[in-house]
């Protein structure tokens, strides 16, 4: 399974002219660990984190996953 999520942050982030930094602090993670989901090398993500991005991005969850069958990365 490969859960991606990372572009899509990065282009709702951009459109909704946030830093990544801003966007961090907002949903209330470090900048790291946005960076680590920015850069698909998160396993998972919890919902209430997911929940706060799409609350703030002003998007539903299904508009920044992407989810693809198969082997690992």
């Known amino acids: 399974m490969i859960l991606e999520i990372g ?3 990065q282009e ?3 459109k909704a002219k946030l830093t990544q930094k801003e966007l961090a602090e907002k949903v209330g993670i470090t900048p790291a ?3 680590i989901l920015k850069t698909n ?3 998972a993500i919890r919902f209430s984190t997911l929940e706060k991005i ?4 002003d ?3 299904g508009d920044i ?3 693809e069958k198969g082997a690992e990365k």
Not at 54 to 57: A, K, M, P
């Open 54 to 57: 799409c609350e703030i991005l």
């Open 33 to 35: 660990n946005l960076s």
């Open 41 to 43: 090398k998160a396993k």
């Open 59 to 61: 998007c539903k969850p």
């Open 12 to 14: 709702a982030r951009k």
């Open 65 to 67: 996953l992407d989810y």
């Open 7 to 9: 572009q899509s942050i």
